[in-house]
Structures are given as structure tokens and as C-alpha cells.
T-cell receptor, first 114, second 112 residues
Framework: GAGVSQSPSNKVTEKGKDVELRCDPI?????LYWYRQSLGQGLEFLIY????????KSGLPSDRFSAERTGGSVSTLTIQRTQQEDSAVYLC????????????FGEGSWLTVV | KQEVTQIPAALSVPEGENLVLNCSFT??????LQWFRQDPGKGLTSLLL?????REQTSGRLNASLDKSSGRSTLYIAASQPGDSATYLC???????????FGKGITLSVRP
């Protein structure tokens, strides 16, 4: 596609349920990032993929959070046993290489845990 | 640990004014710095990318400068327009394989 695509765009879930958020990066982009943005807060780094490997997953807030990337393309962020504090916009971004070039963001997945 | 600060958090100016948005970072050993724009309910759009070896970048009415030694970057917007109203974020990368560290952004309102 022309840009980074994320789905779902909006998700309301009950506390304790699991959710999966999907990211389709720009074709050919090897680097993929997940960030979280809470109301009134800055962007919080979650995890970075280079190809299918994750050299930096230091931002995942707890073991309820996991992410994978397959085929060097699509990535899925999974949140298990969701809590109300998980409510945020989850943003995915991709870039052509290891860091010299511009990073492109998707529109985000708005998650509300009730 | 790299920290990025943007002050003030919000700014309101009349249309036509030239303005400067500031960004400071604690670790001067950066790989590059990027300025983004975020409209309400939307993702981030990249405005300008400055590599560590560069001093400034320009795109249209926007000019971004970088002073690594002092840990500062500025985004200059010439002849501001109501359509420039948005949140502007700066982010730094400290290495080729590292994440972007973001400031909390400056919410700009340009009054007609």
C-alpha cells in the first residue's frame, strides 16, 4: 500500500479480554516500530523490529504485551488480559532501513478498555 | 537515558506571525533528529529530518536547525497560517538501530 496501514482503527474491549492490533508497513521497509500514545502524554516506545527480529523490545510495559513480525512485513501487537490503563492509541511506523531515513507512521489503533 | 523536552506545551499566535518552536535533548550524541506534525485524531506526519552531520533543513515555509553541542533544535515556521494549527513533535535517534525518543509536543494554534 501507499502508507502504513493499521487495523482495527478503533477497538473497545472489556477488561480482561485479549486484543490483537495489526500493522502493515510500507512495502520494502525493513524497520518497524510500535509506539503508544496516551491522552495528554508523549509517545512511548514499545518495540522495534529489523526484519523479523526485535533487537529492542525494552519498551514493552509488562509480560501481557507481546509482538511478532512475520515475513519481514506484517506485525501483530497482542495485549493479554487488558487493563483500563492499556487504553491508548497504538501507533505503528516503518522505515526503509536501520535509521538513516524518514520514519512513516500509520493512523493508529484507538484502544478503549472498559 | 535520552530525554527530549519541548517547551511551552501550547502556543497561540495570530496569523502571519513568524514563530520558533524549541526542542532540547540531554544526550548530544545523536544519530538524527526529526520533526513531526500531528493533527487531532491522526497519526504523525514527518516534516523534516536532520542528520547529525547537518546543521539545518528547509521545506517550504519550514526550517529546522540542529545544534548538537548544546542539545537543541528549533523549528521555524514563516508566515504562519491557520492550517498550521497542530501538535509539533521532535524526536531524536541516538543510533542507527535505536528507537526514536519523542518530546511531548507543542500544540500550536494560529488564530485567523
Amino acid at each position: 500500500g501507499a502508507g502504513v496501514s493499521q487495523s482495527p482503527s478503533n477497538k473497545v474491549t472489556e477488561k480482561g479480554k485479549d486484543v490483537e492490533l495489526r500493522c502493515d508497513p510500507i512495502s520494502g521497509h525493513t524497520a518497524l516500530y510500535w509506539y503508544r500514545q496516551s491522552l495528554g502524554q508523549g509517545l512511548e516506545f514499545l518495540i522495534y523490529f529489523q526484519g523479523n527480529s526485535a533487537p529492542d523490545k525494552s519498551g514493552l510495559p509488562s509480560d501481557r504485551f507481546s509482538a511478532e513480525r512475520t515475513g519481514g512485513s506484517v506485525s501483530t501487537l497482542t495485549i493479554q488480559r487488558t487493563q483500563q490503563e492499556d487504553s491508548a492509541v497504538y501507533l505503528c511506523a516503518s522505515s526503509p532501513d536501520r535509521g538513516g531515513n524518514t520514519i512513516y507512521f500509520g493512523e493508529g489503533s484507538w484502544l478503549t478498555v472498559v | 537515558k535520552q530525554e527530549v523536552t519541548q517547551i511551552p506545551a501550547a502556543l497561540s499566535v495570530p496569523e502571519g506571525e513568524n514563530l520558533v518552536l524549541n526542542c532540547s535533548f540531554t544526550d548530544s550524541a545523536i544519530y538524527n533528529l526529526q520533526w513531526f506534525r500531528q493533527d487531532p485524531g491522526k497519526g504523525l506526519t514527518s516534516l523534516l529530518l536532520i542528520q547529525s552531520s547537518q546543521r539545518e533543513q528547509t521545506s517550504g515555509r519550514l526550517n529546522a536547525s540542529l545544534d548538537k553541542s548544546s542539545g537543541r533544535s528549533t523549528l521555524y515556521i514563516a508566515a504562519s497560517q491557520p492550517g498550521d494549527s497542530a501538535t509539533y513533535l521532535c524526536a531524536v535517534r541516538t543510533g542507527a538501530n535505536s528507537k526514536l525518543t519523542f518530546g511531548k509536543g507543542i500544540t500550536l494554534s494560529v488564530r485567523p
